[in-house]
């Protein structure tokens, strides 16, 4: 039985710009889950991970609701200057409307869920990125990290005690006192977040109007 909780059918459309000149087997994968709004800034993020990492094997993937004509020439000459790979998914989005959003989140937050869902017999790691995060320098070290069994690897900013006893509070999770991530920055742990039916529970919880009362940043707060 499928540990999924987003089958494909969600995409309803894949645009694969191959420029690389390495194998897919050796290729680290990094996604980004974004509608309209911010394919330029996904693009500008792109580039400065290439930039910045020059001789590494990457693979780009966008997850979106939306992709014009200008936008594909746009991230198709990116592949070929950089001769990368850039694969762009068109989403399905109906299932997700109906979860909650904000002025500044709309239902394309909840796009990380889908990335993990297709990648769970595709690959053990994806680095989730958030559309508004540059790259200033080497990516070495997230792709040579080991992961321990029960491990993702996200950011936790340092010296945030207030905040994350705030978020204690408010989610009623007594161990975020401890520490509380963000989530557009996850080196996703592929078996594990598929054991652990993450999406599916993430999912479930949004839809749970006791656990929306709480929430006040969606996503990142069901993760936590």
Same mark, same amino acid.
């Given at each position: ?29 990094? *996604? ?14 792109? *580039?400065? =991970? ?7 094997? !990457? ?7 939306? @992709? ?6 746009? @991230?198709?000459?990116? *592949? ?9 998914? !068109? /989403? ?40 508004? /995060? ?8 997230? /792709? ?10 996200? =950011? ?19 161990? !975020? ?37 709480? /929430? ?9």
């Amino acid at each position: 039985m499928s540990r999924k909780y987003f089958e494909e059918e969600v995409i309803q459309q894949t645009l694969d710009y191959n420029y690389a000149q390495h194998s897919d087997a050796d290729k680290f994968n990094i *996604a980004y889950g974004i509608d309209k709004n911010f394919l330029f800034g996904c693009g500008v993020s792109i *580039a400065s =991970v290439l930039l910045a990492n020059p001789e590494k094997a !990457l693979a780009f993937h966008v997850f979106t609701d939306f @992709f014009g004509s200008e936008d594909q020439q746009r @991230f198709e000459a990116l *592949a070929k200057q950089y001769a990368t790979q850039i694969v762009v998914y !068109l /989403i399905d989005c109906e299932r997700l409307k109906s979860l909650p959003s904000t002025k500044n989140w709309t239902y394309a937050t909840y796009f990380r869920f889908i990335i993990a869902d297709y990648f769970s017999d595709k690959t053990d790691r994806v680095l989730y990125l958030d559309a508004d /995060i540059a790259c200033k320098g080497s990516i070495q070290e997230l /792709i040579d990290l080991n992961f321990a069994e029960n491990e993702i690897a996200a =950011v936790v900013a340092e010296g945030e005690l207030e905040w994350w006893t705030k978020r204690s509070v408010s989610l009623a999770t007594p161990g !975020l006192v401890s520490g509380y991530f963000n989530a557009g920055f996850i080196l996703i742990n592929i078996p594990l977040w598929t054991a652990e039916n993450i999406s599916k529970k993430a999912i479930e919880m949004l839809k749970d109007p006791e656990v929306v009362q709480r /929430i006040t940043h969606l996503d990142q707060d069901v993760l936590n």
